[in-house]
C-alpha cells in the first residue's frame, strides 16, 4: 500500500449500558492510502489521485465531473490570466454553443482538422432535425461571420475580445481526465489586427502569460516555442505553444497554444475594414487558448505515491491546522489555539483551514490532506501549546520545524514561498535530466527508447516529419515534433535548428 493509512474513530453518543460516558469505537483502516506507485503503474496511480476529490467519473465515457477541490484551481489561474488580458484591453464575452454546418465547413483546411471530433445534434425530442447543429469544437467560424458585421474601418481595429467557456471534441480512445476528455473547460481568446506586426506582438505576449501560468503558478517547467507545418493550428499561418514533459512517461504534453491565422479566416469570412485611405483590406487575426488540461499537467508532475502535491500558489487550503491532543490534555485549549492559528493566517491572506473533526485520529487526518496535497500542515499538541509553539510539516519534502506563535505569519508566508520555488526546481531537474541531444537516427530510437525529452537537427521538413512519424509507430503511438524552441542552442555549421 503506497501512503499512509490512519484509523477512523467513531463516538458511540448512547455511551455503554451502566454509565452515561461517551465511547470511543477504533474501527479497522480505512485504506486511505493509493493502492499503487507513480513508477510502477503511472495510469492507475493519476486515476486514483483524480479520484481523490478532483474529479468524479461520470456516466458518459469521457466526461467528469469537476470538484470543488480541482475547480478552485482552475478559478485561481483564471483570476489571474483575465487580470492579464484585460490589461492588454481584451474584453470578454460570449457565443452560443451550436454552430450550423454551413459556417462550420466554410474553412475548409480548418473543418477537416476538426470533423472527426465534432458532435451532432440530429434530434428535438423524438423528431430529426431538418438540419444537424454542430457543437463547438472551438469557435473561430462561430464568432467570425460576427467580426465581418462589427469591423467595417480602422477605427474598429484592434477587436480583442475572450470568451471563457466549454467545448467538446467527441471522438478519441483512452480519455483521461484533465489530459484528453469529450468536454473541458477553457478560454479562447479571438483578436483581429490592421497589420500582421501587431498581431505578432500579440502571439508571443500571450505566450508569455500562458508561461507564467505554468511556471509562475503550477511550478511546471515548460518550454516555449514554434510549431511545426504538421502540428500547426488547422487553418492558421502558424502556431506557438508551451510544452510540458513528463519523465514517468517519457511524453511531451501540450500546455498551451497561441496561434496567428494570418489572413486566411479573414478571406473566407469576409473580415475587412477601410484603411485611412479609403482603401478595403482585410484583418490579419490570432487565437489562443488553455484549458483544464493545466490542472492535469500539475498532477502528472508533482504527484507522489501519497497522492497530490499542490503548489502553494493555486492550492485553495494553503495550510491546514490539525489537533494532536493526547490522553488527559486540554483539547477545549489545543482546539482553541487550532481557530486562532488559523484566524491570525486567513487575516494575513493565506488560505487556511482547521480540522476539528473529532472522529478521525490525527494520523488519519495526516494522510486525508497529505493525498489532497496541501502544501503545509501545522500540528498542535500539549507540548506545543505549553511551549507557545507550533509544529510545521512540509508536503513537497516532509521537513518538519517547530515555530513560536509570535513569528508564525512572517515564518509560514516564507514557508510556502519556498515551497513553491522548490517544487519549480525539482520538477525542472527532473526535465532536465531527461534531455538528450541526439545527432544520429540510431541515437534518435535509443533516446525514445529510454523516454527522453529528445532535441534533434531538424530540417523543417514535412515529408521527413511524417516519415519520422510512420518508422516510430507502435502500440503506444509514434514519436512526433513538440516545438522548435526559441532558446536555441549553439549549432553546429549547416544545422538550420533543433526541434523537440
Request: proline share 5%; hydrophobic share 35%.
Amino acid at each position: 500500500m503506497a501512503g499512509a493509512s490512519g484509523k477512523k474513530e467513531k463516538v458511540d453518543k448512547a455511551g455503554p449500558s451502566g454509565g452515561g460516558k461517551k465511547k470511543k469505537d477504533v474501527k479497522k483502516e480505512t485504506g486511505l492510502g493509493l493502492s499503487v506507485k507513480k513508477d510502477e503503474n503511472f495510469g492507475e496511480w493519476y486515476s486514483e489521485v483524480c479520484k481523490h476529490e478532483m474529479i468524479e467519473y461520470y456516466d458518459i465515457s469521457g466526461c467528469y465531473i469537476l470538484r470543488p477541490w480541482s475547480m478552485a484551481i482552475w478559478e485561481i489561474m483564471q483570476t489571474f490570466f483575465d487580470a492579464e488580458i484585460k490589461k492588454m484591453k481584451v474584453k470578454n464575452c460570449y457565443f452560443p454553443l451550436f454552430v450550423s454546418p454551413g459556417v462550420l465547413e466554410k474553412e475548409k483546411d480548418h473543418i477537416e482538422g476538426f470533423a472527426p471530433e465534432v458532435a451532432w445534434v440530429t434530434k428535438s425530442g423524438k423528431s430529426d432535425l431538418e438540419v444537424p447543429i454542430a457543437i463547438r469544437p472551438t469557435s473561430e467560424t462561430v464568432m467570425y461571420p460576427y467580426y465581418s458585421k462589427w469591423i467595417r474601418g480602422h477605427r474598429d481595429l484592434p477587436l480583442k475580445l475572450n470568451q471563457w467557456c466549454n467545448v467538446v471534441r467527441w471522438e478519441f480512445s483512452n480519455p483521461t481526465p484533465f489530459i484528453r476528455s469529450r468536454e473541458f473547460l477553457w478560454q479562447e481568446g479571438h483578436t483581429a489586427f490592421a497589420t500582421k506586426e501587431e498581431a505578432d506582438e500579440e502571439v508571443l505576449q500571450i505566450l508569455e502569460l500562458y508561461r507564467r501560468i505554468y511556471e509562475e503558478y503550477l511550478a511546471v517547467p515548460v518550454v516555449k516555442g514554434m510549431k511545426s507545418e504538421n502540428e500547426k493550428f488547422a487553418g492558421g499561418l502558424y502556431t506557438t505553444s508551451v510544452e510540458a514533459f513528463i519523465p514517468n512517461t517519457g511524453r511531451g504534453v501540450q500546455g498551451a497554444t497561441s496561434h496567428c491565422l494570418g489572413q486566411n479566416f479573414a478571406k473566407m469570412f469576409e473580415i475587412r475594414y477601410e484603411d485611412e485611405e479609403g482603401k478595403r483590406e482585410m484583418v490579419w487575426q490570432n487565437s489562443w487558448a488553455y484549458s483544464t488540461r493545466t490542472i492535469g499537467v500539475m498532477i502528472m508532475t508533482h504527484g507522489d505515491d501519497k497522492g497530490l502535491i499542490l503548489p502553494p500558489k493555486v492550492a485553495s487550503v494553503q495550510v491546514v491546522v490539525i489537533p494532536v491532543p493526547y490522553k488527559d490534555a486540554n483539547t477545549q485549549g489545543i482546539f482553541d489555539a487550532c481557530t486562532a492559528t488559523v484566524s491570525a493566517l486567513s487575516e494575513a491572506g493565506i488560505r487556511a483551514e482547521e480540522d476539528l473533526r473529532d472522529n478521525y485520529s490525527p494520523g488519519w487526518k495526516y494522510s486525508n490532506w497529505e493525498m489532497k496535497g496541501v502544501p503545509l500542515r501545522i500540528e498542535i499538541g500539549p507540548r506545543d501549546l505549553e511551549n507557545d509553539q507550533v509544529r510545521t510539516v512540509r508536503r513537497d519534502n516532509g521537513v518538519k520545524e517547530d515555530i513560536p506563535r509570535g513569528s508564525l505569519v512572517e515564518h509560514v508566508k516564507e514557508l510556502l514561498e519556498k515551497i513553491q520555488q522548490n517544487m519549480y526546481e525539482v520538477a525542472k531537474q527532473k526535465r532536465e535530466a531527461c534531455v538528450q541531444e541526439i545527432r544520429t537516427w540510431d541515437e534518435f530510437i535509443s533516446a525514445l527508447n529510454l523516454k527522453k525529452l529528445i532535441l534533434a537537427p531538424w530540417c523543417d521538413e514535412e515529408e521527413v516529419e511524417r516519415d519520422v512519424k510512420a518508422r516510430t509507430k507502435g502500440e503506444t503511438g509514434a514519436a512526433k515534433t513538440l516545438c522548435s524552441p526559441f532558446e536555441q542552442p549553439e549549432l553546429p555549421e549547416g544545422h538550420k535548428q533543433r526541434t523537440f
